[in-house]
């Protein structure tokens, strides 16, 4: 929230038997008001919400200090701005974390990132067009694959008994679609690269894929308000931010509270549970070098083939280009009620937004890249 703006008390009062009017010597003239230095991370962080759900939330700061501001509300009708250890899904960041447990196991000589998936699900990625020997975990981790975009909570497939989804199902759903390119020809994101990677985390480490990633990645980094979240696990703990469902037609907008759903329904492309403050730890100790290797956060890193205006994809980072020098990455998340991103930098700046609505239509995109790049440049030259 906006800081207070600092005042001077007056120096002297005026004598009542005082019959002439001074003027107060400049000494004693009220101080000019003290500059809020998050005034423009705050102007955008408004500019995003007023296009976005009924709240939003920054969490930002350096390598040594941190702060935070909120605008709207993370509860309609109430007064509850949203705070940086809220609870929330945050979507498709989960597939820097399904990423960087495979390249894990990469660092262990369990997985070749040039490998064909055939050589470790054989079978799967076979029929309608695909050929498994064709594409490589690599294609796979830089949505390079050729796999045709799939969204599951829009077509899901049939769910087991206990309401929740298997991965070989929601793979096999995702490949109906036919390729939308040969493998290695062009970059197209899809959750189903991401499910088929959580496939193969699972056949590698003979454990379910939220186990593998707890076990790898949450607990080691004391991540402890983030959740991968067990099929048939609905809960989001407290405290959290409430999501919505919601449309915005000019100055106009309607909630209503999120549609509940199986969160094994995006499984290692978009399950998972966590905080602003946790996001940014984990993504401090990835790029800092404490999750994988050096050699694979280089292989993370490289985003040829995958280069848009102002950034790119690697093995699950998105890289942005800042206008004050230098990179930042991270990765954003659109799940029914959040849309987030997360982005950090190699000297310690770092920033994640929420907002408690994921729009279908006029997504706010532009508005949320502004609060990114303005928070990560805030007294840098170039912003």
């Not at 907008?253 to 966590?274: C, E, H, K, N, Q």
Request: proline share 6%; hydrophobic share 40%.
């Amino acid at each position: 929230m906006a800081g207070k703006l600092g005042r001077a008390r007056l120096a002297a009062a005026l004598g009542a038997a005082c019959a002439m009017l001074f003027a107060l010597p400049s000494a004693a003239r009220a101080a000019p008001a003290a500059v809020d230095p998050h005034a423009d991370t705050l102007a955008a962080l408004k500019a995003f919400q007023s296009a976005a759900g009924p709240g939003a939330g920054v969490y930002a700061g350096d390598a040594t200090n941190s702060w935070s501001l909120s605008v709207g509300t993370g509860t309609i009708n109430t007064n509850a701005p949203i705070q940086p250890n809220e609870h929330y899904r945050i979507g498709s960041q989960t597939k820097t974390l399904t990423a960087a447990t495979v390249l894990q196991l990469v660092d262990e000589g369990k997985v070749s990132l040039d490998a064909s998936i055939e050589t470790y699900l054989p079978g799967v990625v076979d029929g309608n067009g695909y050929d498994g020997n064709a594409i490589t975990v690599r294609h796979l981790l830089h949505q390079t694959s050729g796999v045709a975009v799939y969204e599951p909570f829009s077509t899901p497939p049939a769910s087991n008994p206990d309401g929740s989804y298997s991965l070989d199902a929601l793979v096999r759903e995702g490949l109906k679609r036919a390729p939308a390119s040969a493998p290695g020809a062009a970059f197209l994101y899809s959750n189903t690269n991401y499910l088929i990677l959580g496939m193969l985390v699972e056949k590698t480490t003979g454990m379910p894929v939220h186990q593998a990633v707890t076990n790898r990645i949450i607990t080691p980094l004391g991540l402890t308000r983030t959740i991968f979240p067990a099929p048939g696990d609905h809960s989001l703990p407290t405290p959290s931010v409430r999501g919505y469902h919601g449309v915005r037609i000019g100055g106009y907008y309607f909630w209503s509270r999120v549609v509940d759903y199986d969160p094994s329904l995006f499984s290692s492309a978009g399950a998972m549970i966590s905080t602003e403050e946790d996001l940014t730890k984990f993504y401090q100790a990835l790029i800092g070098g404490k999750v994988v290797s050096p050699a694979a956060l280089a292989e993370m890193e490289k985003t040829a083939g995958a280069e848009g205006e102002g950034g790119g994809y690697g093995l699950g980072l998105i890289r942005r280009d800042l206008p004050c020098g230098g990179s930042a990455w991270g990765h954003n998340g659109m799940v029914p009620g959040y849309h987030t991103q997360t982005m950090v930098t190699a000297d310690g700046r770092h920033v994640s937004v929420v907002t408690n609505a994921h729009l279908a239509t006029n997504v706010p995109a532009a508005q949320m890249d502004k609060v990114l790049t303005t928070a990560l440049c805030e007294n840098r030259q170039g912003r």
